[in-house]
């Protein structure tokens, strides 16, 4: 493409801000820029965790340049053509996930990395300013430009952020970048100041990886205060002047992909089919990438098995929040407490891309099946540690309805790799319905995936 050089003035003005005001731009200094137009079509990204439905068609129909997905883990599926932006999420910082990466940007195919997701946020990465400080040495031993952790709150005045900040100062750290998050009213002048002091505050380019018109005090999608129409409005000024400005290196809106958050109703860039709303046409249609790739499916379908008798337990099926015990994101067909499906992001799944975690400490997963009593039936799991420490586990079964235990396993595997494990268990008499039970009280995390249940034949 060719290169367009041209001035870019932005005069100083004068801001007076009330909630209700006409959107006003802040007090932004003269810039004299040798701008290209292809720097400024670089700078649209997007970002989805890879259980997004569709992430990968999504990608490519907004007609994204870059794409990052909260984990440092690169997928096929990604559309040709965009840059792959890895992050570490949390304080888990390994010697092999950083070689991996080192890997990586040797063979050109990583160039920037992102630091720690919201780490002021208890329920986010939640890392202190010294613990993030003590491996963000490793991080610069990838060797590519570096954006700060994105915090919370306003980045300008966060006191996570000035810590943080003084520390890298202190001791000589790299930061290339800023990372921001905003979700602001559809006021566009409020939210260019905010980036403004931001800069002021750290003198560094600023990289806005989660941005989107909210209102978090909607309940339901119906009242939500923020039409789609001043959406679009926002969209309209806010893109061409961050495509402008020399300090903004990047932006990516923050689409609500699974429609779970009503603050973000009106930000959405798809509709419940999987199309794009209007909001969405306007962004796939601002700068987009003449040059991506096809998007392609990222289901895993498990194959059908008429004999298996436990639903999901591949756990490629979904989440549900409203389980017995507690209102974590626990798989389709499961209760429990302090566990989840985790994707491809957080470990590799046995097959397919997600597999079922208990969290460190004290954790539970449970399913219930319908037997024939004096039957016996055989089970079968593949399972791991996150860590090698040597511990036990074992698979409860008890009488669901009784609430009375039937038996255990054998010790499930004691390592970090996955192993199958295969068990029989005959159902005593006057027992219809069994309750599978996985248990963790060890301070490391434990996965499993593909658990089966089948009469034996």
């Keep these: 493409m060719k290169k367009i050089n041209r001035i870019i003035y932005i005069v100083i003005t004068t801001l007076l801000l009330t909630g209700c005001e006409k959107n006003v731009f802040g007090d932004f200094e003269i810039q004299e820029t040798d701008y290209s137009t292809e720097v400024g079509l670089s700078k649209k990204g997007n970002a989805y965790t890879y259980n997004a439905k569709a992430w990968s068609h999504r990608t490519h129909n907004i007609g994204s340049h870059w794409f990052y997905h909260w984990g440092n883990v690169p997928r ?195 509709d419940d089919e999987g199309n794009l709303t209007m909001v969405g046409q306007f962004y796939a249609q601002h700068n987009p990438n003449a040059l991506i790739g096809p998007g392609m499916d990222t289901e895993y379908i498990p194959p059908v098995d008429d004999d298996e008798l436990i639903f999901n337990g591949h756990f490629e099926g979904g989440t549900w929040e409203n389980t017995q015990w507690s209102t974590w994101n626990t798989p389709n067909g499961w209760d429990g407490y302090q566990s989840d499906a985790v994707s491809v992001d957080v470990t590799d799944a046995y097959t397919g891309f997600f597999s079922a975690r208990l969290q460190h400490g004290s954790s539970a997963l449970q399913t219930v099946v319908e037997v024939e009593a004096n039957k016996t039936y055989v089970y079968k799991l593949h399972s791991k540690w996150a860590e090698d420490k040597g511990h036990k586990q074992k698979i409860v079964f008890k009488d669901h309805i009784a609430n009375k235990k039937i038996a255990n396993s054998d010790a499930l595997s004691s390592t970090a790799d996955w192993t199958e494990f295969t068990g029989e268990i005959t159902i005593p008499s006057g027992v219809s319905k069994l309750r599978i039970i996985l248990w963790n009280d060890k301070q490391t995390h434990f996965y499993f995936d593909d658990i089966s249940l089948k009469e034996k034949i």
């Design 76 to 270: 096929e599926e990604l559309p040709e053509n965009v840059e792959y932006v890895p992050m570490f999420w949390g304080k888990k910082v390994t010697d092999e996930d950083v070689e991996r990466l080192k890997q990586l940007a040797a063979e050109g195919k990583i160039k920037y990395l992102l630091g720690f997701n919201e780490p002021d946020g208890i329920t986010q990465s939640n890392v202190t300013v010294d613990e993030a400080i003590a491996v963000w040495h490793k991080l610069e031993e990838v060797g590519v430009p570096l954006i700060s952790p994105a915090v919370v709150g306003d980045s300008s005045d966060n006191p996570w952020m000035i810590e943080f900040m003084e520390k890298v100062e202190q001791q000589g750290l790299r930061v290339d970048y800023i990372g921001f998050h905003s979700y602001p009213g559809p006021n566009v002048g409020s939210f260019m100041n905010r980036l403004r002091k931001t800069y002021e505050a750290y003198k560094r380019p600023i990289w806005i990886t989660e941005f989107a018109v909210a209102d978090w005090k909607a309940t339901n999608d119906e009242n939500n205060k923020h039409s789609e129409a001043q959406v679009l409005e926002f969209m309209k000024e806010v893109l061409p002047a961050l495509d402008k400005i020399e300090w903004i290196s990047r932006y990516a809106w923050f689409d609500d992909s699974d429609h779970s958050r009503p603050a973000l109703a009106s930000s959405r860039l798809f």
